[in-house]
């Protein structure tokens, strides 16, 4: 079963409210656990070269466009997304690693 699948069929603009208010909820706590796994990786990179790690990120944008292809979820939306998170966790990285200098 695809994701989109799953999506509860609403009777009414409130109730759509309600499950996109739950989803929010598991949206941010991934984005904080996911924050918490940047913080460490700052303690393993040398410079801020290998904070912003190009290479890297265009690797995380090829798997994310993938899993929406394979999950049902639009590739163009999923992309501007992690495009937005990832350089607000590069900002932070690199904040976190000159502390650490």
Not at 17 to 31: A, C, K, N, P, S
Not at 53 to 74: I, Y
Not at 91 to 96: D, I, R, S, V
Request: glycine share 2%; aromatic share 4%.
């Amino acid at each position: 079963m695809e994701l989109h699948d799953m999506a509860a069929h609403c009777q009414t603009l409130d109730e759509v409210r309600e499950h996109i208010d739950q989803l929010d909820r598991q949206i941010v706590g991934l984005i904080a656990q996911r924050g918490r796994y940047v913080s460490q990786a700052a303690r393993f990179k040398k410079d801020s070269h290998a904070v912003k790690s190009p290479q890297r990120v265009e690797q995380v944008f090829a798997k994310v466009r993938a899993l929406a292809d394979e999950l049902g979820a639009n590739p163009h939306v999923t992309e501007q997304v992690y495009r937005a998170m990832i350089a607000a966790f590069i900002q932070q990285e690199l904040a976190e690693h000159s502390a650490l200098s």
